[in-house]
């Protein structure tokens, strides 16, 4: 039993640190977009980063950012400014929710940290996401029920702004 408590809270502990080291990451990168350190930003992105988009076209602020086709300090275009608002990680997958009120648009997006660099990213726009973890991973082959699900995380950004959005669901492993 004493081997177990230990081996649970060896566990624990691992994954929390982790979860800081993945959020520090992303909080890095953060302040990177808002300085305009490219030099920063390239440290923490992979050069193959994987990229996915839910939105209007007309919203791939982020995705403009990081091309270099705006910046944060452009004052002729009137930039988009990514101001988080929370900032949780689940394993290696940070979230991060904020608005640009002015522009009446809430946005979430949800990193992949492998090793210390940004690999992945899921980014939603004027859309209410719900986090899900898969329990039961290893559950038999042969089973035809679904593994259960558990809500760990959902936007509120949304909410908040008044406004009716499409809703989507991530699951985490």
């Known amino acids: 039993m004493l081997v177990s408590i230990l081996i649970t809270t060896a566990v624990v502990s691992e994954l929390a640190a ?6 520090r990451v992303v909080g890095a990168l953060y302040e990177a977009l808002t300085a305009g350190d490219v030099e920063t930003v390239h440290h923490l992105l992979a050069p193959d980063l994987e990229w996915w988009f839910h939105g209007p076209p007309s919203h791939q ?3 403009r950012l990081l ?7 452009s004052s002729s275009d ?4 990514f101001n988080p608002v929370s900032l949780v990680a ?22 992949v940290v492998t090793d210390g660099i940004i690999t992945q990213v899921r980014e ?19 089973s035809t029920a ?15 702004m008044g406004k009716s959005v499409p809703g989507l669901l991530l699951a985490l492993q």
């Not at 689940?90 to 946005?107: D, Y």
């Not at 699900?149 to 908040?160: A, F, L, M, N």
């Open 18 to 23: 982790l979860e800081e080291s993945c959020e």
């Open 61 to 63: 602020h982020l995705m």
């Open 67 to 73: 091309t270099g086709s705006s910046s944060p300090s």
């Open 78 to 81: 009137d930039p988009f400014r």
């Open 90 to 111: 689940f394993g290696s997958t940070v979230l991060v929710e904020g608005c640009e009120e002015r522009r009446s648009v809430a946005w979430v997006h949800a990193w």
């Open 124 to 142: 939603y726009f004027n859309t209410s996401v719900t986090v899900t973890r898969l329990s039961n991973t290893h559950a038999p082959s042969t």
């Open 146 to 160: 679904a593994p259960p699900c558990t809500c760990v995380w959902q936007s509120k950004v949304c909410e908040s």
